[in-house]
């Protein structure tokens, strides 16, 4: 064997180690985790290969510009805080690539361009409702944001964004910032936008529920935007507030406070389709508070208050009211309309119709197939539109076969829904906004070979939850209706209607269902 050779596999063998050793320091930096503090029982942890930055511990950030992850020029795409967390310091993630943030209730403060030029941010989510101290504008230049839920004085300019859910202020892009009732009050009570700045895309806007004054064109030239609910407390709507949203479908009013509708407010607003109020005394409007609006358009208004509207200055112009407190019949807490010999569609409460008061106790419910009154048997055919919108305490529904379509708005703003069984094999139409802000992970249970329709339909593809009917397992009560000596028993599951038929449970559709 030479020394040639001998030095030849000597150096391979060299090399193949120096490989092994590179890839092995490679593979370690690669993964390395990096670690400091950011308050004084505040700690952060960074995966490098990942990318996530983990904050635990408790109390306030405290960090100054350029340090903690900023002076070791982290690149983070993404970010999880403990609910302990109370406070999210100056420029913490400046110019950082996370698309998504969700900053817990317990974030108190909010320190000047925490999340400034944040390029890939799409969503933002402060679970936090009520009062924060928070710095203006401290999503600047976040130009790819879509979605906002948050303090109004948070956001600013964005021409992309969808949808905004202000949980307090009002005071978006204001020229003078937010204005308070007295030192006490916690929310902001005054929206003062800027002409020229209302984001073009916004499709879904959500006002603080304690606003009681939308100023002079704050939410004008939106063309996405699809409808509007003004909120219980809100007393007057200002010039050109909604000017030139040409989408707008329709307008909602949920308390009777509203006293003034100014010039312009509802200008060019040409596809409204329907506006609901809740006054019995009309509200003060001008002549062009709703110039190019269709005056036959539903105008649906209290029981017992047609005259005064059709004798209101330009109230008088529209020719189409209706006074939806009137229904035919109601059985088990929920309204029906008689619409054909046969037919009928569940429709909103005679209470307090689109405020939270329509069914105040409720919390499941379950429309039946088949309905009977005055001796005469109906098929429940439809849910009507706004049947149950604004339900606080819903938190399940279970829509029968029989139904082949749900009204606009039905469910809309039914926040404590935790799930929708729909018995249906093929998927009712919905309407728009159906189930608007109606979480879209919920479990929506349907019969198993329909899966696939529901996901592909329109308005239900926005659910991401779908799962079969029979393969729930379900808490059975055994509350017997049916003579005991008959073969087929009716037992009541949580309001719903299930068979039981030789020791076996079926559901209103025949299927068998897996009971515990």
């Known amino acids: 064997m030479t020394t ?5 596999q000597f150096s391979t063998l060299y090399r193949l180690l ?20 950011c308050g004084e029982t505040l700690y952060w942890s960074f995966d490098s290969e990942t990318g996530h930055l983990e904050i635990t511990g408790s109390g306030k ?38 698309t998504e943030l969700v900053i817990p209730a317990s974030v108190e403060k909010f320190g000047l361009g925490a999340f400034i030029n944040m390029q890939s941010l799409q969503r933002f989510t402060y679970e936090r409702i009520g009062y924060a101290d928070s710095e203006y504008d401290i999503l600047h230049n976040c130009r790819n944001l879509r979605y906002f839920q948050g303090i109004s004085r948070m956001l600013s300019y964005n021409d992309n964004i969808d949808t905004i859910i202000v949980t307090y202020g009002a005071a978006i892009n204001s020229w003078f910032g937010p204005t308070y009732i007295d030192n006490t009050h916690a929310y902001d009570t005054r929206l003062t936008g800027k002409y020229d700045e209302t984001p073009k895309a916004i499709r879904t806007y959500l006002f603080p529920s304690e606003l009681e004054v939308i100023g002079n064109f704050y939410l004008c030239n939106a063309p996405e935007l699809a409808g509007i609910t003004i909120p219980m407390n809100v007393r007057s709507i200002g010039k050109g507030a909604f000017m030139n949203c040409t989408s707008l479908d329709s307008l909602v009013f949920l308390g009777d406070t509203i006293e003034t509708i100014a010039d ?49 200055p330009y109230w008088s112009e529209f020719t189409n009211y209706i006074e939806p407190w009137a229904y035919d019949f109601q059985v088990d807490s929920i309204c029906y309309n008689i619409t054909s010999d046969t037919t009928v569609e569940v429709t909103s409460s005679v209470a307090s119709p689109w405020n939270g008061t329509n069914y105040p106790n409720l919390t499941i419910a379950t429309i039946p197939c088949t309905v009977t009154y005055n001796d005469t048997t109906y098929n429940v055919i439809s849910v009507g539109d706004s049947a149950f919108a604004y339900c606080p305490s819903l938190t399940s529904i279970t829509i029968p076969n029989s ?6 708005s039905a469910f809309i703003n039914c926040f404590g829904l935790t799930s929708v069984t729909c018995e249906a094999t093929t998927p009712p139409v919905l309407g728009s906004n159906a189930f608007d802000n109606v979480s879209t992970s919920i479990p929506v249970y349907v019969p198993c070979g329909a899966i696939s329709d529901y996901q592909s339909a329109e308005g239900w593809s926005h659910f991401t939850n779908f799962q079969c009917l029979n393969d729930t397992e379900i808490d059975v009560e055994d509350i017997i209706f049916d003579s005991p000596k008959s073969s087929t028993q009716k037992l009541l599951r949580n309001g719903q209607l299930l068979i039981l038929r030789a020791g076996k449970t079926y559901n209103t559709l025949g299927v068998p269902l897996n009971t515990k």
């Open 4 to 8: 040639n050779y001998l030095m030849k």
């Open 18 to 37: 120096f490989v092994s050793l590179f890839c092995f320091f490679a593979l370690v930096l690669k993964a390395e985790v990096i670690t400091g503090n």
């Open 61 to 98: 950030m405290n960090l100054t510009k350029y340090s903690a992850w900023n002076k070791k020029n982290l690149t983070i795409s993404s970010v999880t805080f403990p609910d302990s967390i109370t406070s999210i310091d100056l420029y913490a993630f400046e110019e950082q690539e996370i």
């Open 264 to 312: 312009s407010a509802f200008y060019n607003c040409a596809n409204l389709a329907y506006i609901r109020l809740q006054d019995t005394i009309p509200p003060t409007i001008y002549e062009t508070t709703f110039y190019n609006v269709d005056r036959s358009i539903p105008v649906y208004i209290p029981q017992n208050s047609k005259d005064r509207y059709l004798q209101a």
């Open 403 to 408: 139904v082949t379509s749900i009204g606009d």
